[in-house]
């Protein structure tokens, strides 16, 4: 599997991320003896798993030059959306999957609509989308006070964010399948080489006759999917749903990708450097909780590491 | 006159990574010259105008303004010393309006350090008219503006600083006649003056027509200095090749029963005001013509990236609307267009992914590239096509532009497409691979491909075409054959001068 | 041969060049007409003084936000730290604001400088970090809203009653002549050679530079007077408020760009008014306003906000592009 761009400077930048997240056990490790047992470092991964998901889409997204910042209201409405329809039993659980699935894909499909042939900015609609998601997950929930928001996920969905299959979450597992099928897709298939090639220099991949506004609508498209996924699995760990629980990802999910070294520009990145981005993240959140720290704390120094990081290898080259 | 030069290089290199774009290079023009520098692409007259200007320290060698040595910081030393350039790339910007990029930093202001709009307007105002520029309304948006239009204003922009020496880099080339009637005027109003004026080009009736001293470059020095200098001459001297020699020999034409792939009849948009011709099989059909008489709008909708608003195009006599690129390369129509660094090629994806974009389709099965099949195709292409590059791997922005160029035609070659739209395809590229290049295209149109071939360049369409459409104002105003086709009377036709009989 | 270039009348040029300004004024004039319409019909009489001060008064934050994001969104940025900015100087000023004038002016004298220091230090950062803007303030934000929570960890404080009759006066809308200063303030700040220099830079870089500007320095000031800006609306946010909070300001991030886009400022930069910003933060209370009188269910209000985001977005580019039509 090869990422194409800069090649050695997507993979290098990847391999930091890694690095840095392994620094960062360690760091937990001198902090609270304990960190690095097996059963905490998979706790920690575990938590990864669903900044990991949102990071998904982001990456789809941000590896074109554009950004996905509906992915709050879209990961909530998700979660709301599953408990509500599946009434908590099983039997309906597979539907009320497709269901829910099916809505965030198409939530970002229309953002990419917006934004391919519109000409609306990728921001203000993202934005926009997230305002109306909102609107309508509020509104349609009655501010989560109607009848069937007090559902539970289905019991299959809470266990496989809780379960444990040959020693690994299932959680775990999840984010493997996923991480092999968006690795394979960039990789691999002609839609990843489109992406890469959008990200790099749209108009040259006009002219090379790719299908750039399909190619656009369907990576937003994968990002709506990717954090309907994030609000399944959160909600089947969870148990309920709630209002808000999707704030925290949004800016999680992208500075999880840029850490992983993708260019927030285009054209260069890969997922795996976006898992590492996101251990990196949660391992801090973690360390700084071991530590003790009072919120503000977490806040500052979060803000600080990021900072650092992005100037390690997050530069822009020189002008020639 | 004094003798004395105002403005020297001595023995001045320049290296770019691998390439040495100037090596041991010397120069000097007198005041009151009018001084053109001619070259291939590649040959070293662009780096020679940064140095000379100031955007670009050379690595070596001495610069000399009025017999004193000097080394230039920046641009801004360059100015100082009143020395003033007008480069290729354009440095206005696009929202504002001319009059705040003529007066940009040197505003007239109020007590409080204040600009107004009015007094802005009415200086600008000013400025142009003492250019003889009453056309263009300083409260325009520069990005509402022509490319010719910008043109102008940049030039203007640096005569209005006075300059005792001015250095142009391809003043001319999004100029219309009139633009250049006047530049031509404006340069001569200088040179009474004893201001020096050094510019590149490579239209030679340009540089015939207003040059007092032509100085041809080649692999990055200077090898001869003339006062009178003719084509064929300098074109050996820039190619190193004789004018014989350096084009290969035309394939047969196509015979009159031969098959009409492409067909236009009365095609319009844009600039283009109602063409009508038709491209046949193993054909070489050359347009000619200056910029920005309706060439790219041509091409463009012949590939589907521009919608016509009249006109059809028929494919081997059945009409196709062509709504995209993908379309039109469906139809097997393939374009190299005019900029390959922002249009054609994605920089830092490696050579094959490059090669390989058009085809991609083809290349894989359920949507999964077949790294077996597209290796195979690319190593084909670049032994092929000579491409000069250590592995498929590298970014295709590492190589040197004729071999980009060369990435560029193998993508279109991969895609089979048997009609070929060529817009510019040796711009920017050296001598020896535009020579490469030609030989590419005979053998294409040998084995029945047809190509459409625009060129800036008269010389090479008169050698390279069996055909030559000449457009002016989007209409085609001439049709030339090939037999005894000269430069003269593309540029004539182009400009719609008479030829001395 | 066609001519090079056509004239038009001084009003169509201006009309093209400041479209953006042009259709906030037309759409705050709808969105007047509309509360006053639905106002009248839910209330039976039309929007009074009271109506007008508060509505002025609760706009203040944003307006002088939405101008924090109009300079560094000019020079191709954006700055999501704004609302951390806001939380910090909000706590800030729920905390030093003392009884006595002296004390209050020399406060909010210290508050202001610190929020363009916070500025300066996402400039530098910017600048000379060469690192990309949205992702710097992302790490900027989050420093400082953890210093707004460390200085006022539960809502509280006092603001003097002095403070918020100066900032925000609850019996006439004293805060327009707020409004108009800050529209002195750009049309100065624009026709002087730094505000010159910072639309160009968001035009074309490269250009500026060539063309003798710094860009460093002009992404500097523009990033500290955000900053500055973004202090000021927290202190005014903390006067309405009359007690301090150091997390209301969050929302400010986002709301000060869409107050920006409406008003036409173009978020690659180069182009736009903090004038049209201002009247886009007006746009956008006038909209919750005229959902809350429309008895619309407060709990879609964002729906109807991010629909009409999108579809005055999009509006706003296909007039422009006819607008500017035919070259």
């Known amino acids: 599997m090869r990422g194409v761009g800069s090649l050695d400077e997507t993979w290098r930048r990847a391999l930091y991320a890694f690095a840095a997240a392994v620094l960062l056990f360690a760091l937990g490790a001198v902090v609270r003896p304990g960190f690095v047992r097996p059963d905490s470092i998979l706790a920690v991964l575990t938590v990864a798993v669903f900044v990991g998901l949102v990071a998904a889409g982001q990456t789809f997204v941000i590896l074109i030059g554009g950004i996905d910042l509906s992915v709050p209201w879209v990961l909530n409405a998700a979660a709301i959306l599953l408990a ?108 990843g080489r489109a992406t890469y090639a959008i990200g790099t220099n749209l108009r040259a991949s006009e002219l090379a006759g790719l299908r750039v506004r399909a190619t656009i609508i369907a990576l937003y498209a994968l990002s709506g999917l990717a954090a309907a996924l994030a609000g399944i699995m959160l909600v089947g760990f969870g148990g309920q749903a709630s209002l808000g629980m999707g704030e925290p990802f949004l800016f999680q999910s992208i500075a999880a990708v840029v850490i992983g070294g993708a260019s927030i520009l285009g054209g260069r990145g890969h997922y795996l450097g976006s898992v590492a981005g996101a251990i990196c993240l949660v391992a801090l959140i973690s360390v700084l909780l071991a530590m003790n720290m009072a919120e503000y704390g977490r806040s500052i120094i979060y803000g600080v590491i990021i900072l650092v990081l992005l100037l390690l290898y997050g530069r822009e080259s020189r002008e020639s | 006159m004094s003798a004395a030069p105002s403005l020297e290089a001595i023995t001045a290199s320049k290296a770019y990574g691998g390439v040495q774009a100037l090596d041991n290079a010397s120069f000097s023009a007198l005041p009151g010259e009018v001084h053109a520098l001619v070259g291939e692409n590649g040959a070293g007259k662009s780096t020679l105008i940064k140095v000379l200007g100031g955007r670009v320290r050379p690595d070596s060698g001495t610069l000399r303004i009025d017999g004193a040595k000097v080394v ?62 009453t056309e263009i309304d300083p409260r325009a948006l520069i990005e509402d503006l022509s490319l010719a239009a910008r043109q102008v204003i940049e030039i203007v922009r640096a005569l209005s600083h006075e300059p005792r020496i001015l250095l142009l880099d391809e003043p001319t080339s999004a100029l219309m006649e009139r633009e250049t009637a006047w530049l031509f005027a404006q340069i001569r109003r200088l040179r009474a003056t004893g201001t020096t004026i050094v510019f590149t080009s490579h239209r030679w009736h340009e540089v015939e027509t207003i040059a007092d001293r032509i100085t041809v470059f080649r692999g990055g020095r200077d090898v001869g200095s003339f006062t009178t200098l003719a084509e064929e001459e300098a074109v050996t001297l820039m190619t190193g090749q004789r004018v014989e020699t350096f084009y290969p020999p035309l394939p047969a034409a196509p015979s009159a029963r031969a098959d009409a792939m492409l067909s236009v009849a009365d095609l319009a948009g844009g600039r283009l005001a109602g063409v009508s011709f038709t491209l046949h099989q193993g054909e070489i ?217 | 041969m066609p001519p090079l270039a056509i004239r038009r009348s001084a009003a169509a040029h201006a009309i093209a060049r400041n479209i ?200 500097l000031l523009a ?97 422009g592009r006819f607008v500017r039509g035919r070259r």
Request: hydrophobic share 55%; aromatic share 8%.
């Open chain 3, 20 to 219: 953006g300004l042009v259709l906030v004024i037309f759409l705050l004039l709808f969105s007047i007409f509309l509360y006053g319409l639905i106002y009248g019909l839910t209330e039976g009489r039309l929007p009074g003084g009271f109506e007008l001060t508060s509505t002025v008064n609760n706009t203040m934050p944003l307006v002088l936000a939405a101008m924090a994001q109009t300079l560094v969104v000019l020079t191709r940025g954006l700055d999501l730290s704004v609302g951390g900015v806001v939380d910090l100087a909000n706590a800030l000023g729920a905390i030093s604001l003392g009884a006595t004038p002296a004390r209050m002016a020399l406060a909010s004298a210290f508050i202001l400088l610190a929020g363009a220091g916070l500025g300066l230090v996402n400039g530098l950062l910017v600048a000379y970090g060469r690192l990309q803007p949205i992702l710097v303030t992302l790490a900027t934000l989050s420093i400082y809203q953890g210093l707004a929570i460390r200085i006022l960890p539960q809502p509280g404080g006092a603001v003097p009653e002095g403070y918020t009759a100066l900032l925000t006066n609850t019996t006439f809308p004293a805060a327009l002549l707020y409004v108009v200063l800050l529209g002195l303030f750009w049309t100065a700040f624009r026709r002087s050679q730094a505000g010159i220099a910072i639309v160009a830079i968001g035009n074309d870089e490269g250009a500026a530079a060539a063309n003798g500007i710094n860009p460093l320095r002009a992404k």
């Open chain 2, 72 to 133: 230039l910081a920046g641009p801004n030393d360059a100015h100082l010393l009143g020395c003033w350039t007008v480069f290729q790339e354009l440095t206005l910007l696009p929202w504002m309006s001319v009059a705040e990029n003529l007066l940009l930093r040197r505003e007239p202001r109020n007590v409080l350090g204040l600009t107004s709009p009015r007094r802005l307007v009415a200086a600008a105002e000013g400025v142009l008219e003492k250019f003889g520029i």
């Open chain 2, 285 to 501: 059909l050359g347009v000619g013509g200056l910029a920005g008489h309706g060439h790219r709008e041509l091409f463009l909708m012949l590939f589907g990236a521009e919608r016509p608003h009249a006109g059809r195009i028929l494919l081997r006599g059945r009409e196709v609307r062509l709504r995209s690129p993908r379309g039109a390369i469906r139809n097997g129509i393939a374009l190299v267009p005019e900029d390959r660094k922002t249009e054609g090629l994605l920089l830092p994806l490696s050579v094959r992914d490059n090669l390989t974009l058009a085809v991609l389709n083809r290349l894989s099965r359920f949507g999964v590239i077949g790294r077996a099949a597209e290796r195979a195709q690319a190593a084909r292409l670049m032994a092929r096509l000579a491409i000069r590059a250590p592995n498929a791997a590298i970014p295709v922005g590492t190589l040197s532009g004729g071999n980009q160029q060369k990435v560029l035609l193998g993508r279109w070659l991969l895609a089979d497409c048997p009609i070929l739209l060529f817009y510019d395809v040796t711009r920017g590229v050296d001598v020896a691979t535009k020579h490469e290049i030609y030989e590419l295209m005979m053998e294409l149109a040998r084995s029945g491909s047809a190509i459409l071939f625009y060129s800036s360049d008269a010389l090479e369409l008169a050698h390279l075409a069996h055909r030559v459409l000449v457009l002016r104002e989007g209409r085609i105003v001439a049709e030339l054959p090939a037999r005894d086709l000269t430069a003269e009377q593309i540029v004539a036709a182009a400009m719609r001068e008479r030829l001395a009989a």
């Open chain 3, 223 to 319: 990033y500290t007077l955000s900053g500055f800006f973004a202090a000021a609306a927290g202190l005014f946010l903390v006067a309405t408020a009359t007690a301090g909070d150091a997390t209301t300001g969050n929302g400010y991030t986002l709301t000060s760009i869409v107050a920006v886009v409406l008003g036409g400022v173009s978020l690659f930069g180069g182009r736009g008014s903090a004038i049209g910003a201002i009247l886009g933060a007006f746009v956008t209370t006038m909209i919750v306003n005229i959902l809350f009188f429309a008895h619309i269910d407060p709990l879609y209000q964002s729906f109807y906000e991010g629909a009409f985001l999108v579809i005055a977005v999009v509006l706003a580019e296909g007039l």
């Open chain 1, 84 to 191: 509500t329809s599946s009434g908590g039993s099983d039997a309906r659980a597979f539907s009320a999957l497709l269901l829910t699935l099916g809505m965030g894909a198409a939530v970002g499909a229309v953002n990419g609509l917006g934004i391919a042939f519109l000409g609306v900015p990728a921001v203000v609609m993202t934005l926009a989308m997230n305002g109306i998601m909102e609107g309508l997950t509020l509104g349609l929930s009655g501010g989560m006070t109607c009848a069937s928001c007090a559902s539970y996920a289905p019991p299959a969905i809470q266990a496989l964010a809780h379960g444990v299959f040959l020693f690994l979450p299932t959680a775990l597992w999840l984010w493997l399948a996923v991480i092999a099928i968006v690795s394979f897709i960039l990789g691999a298939t002609v839609f």
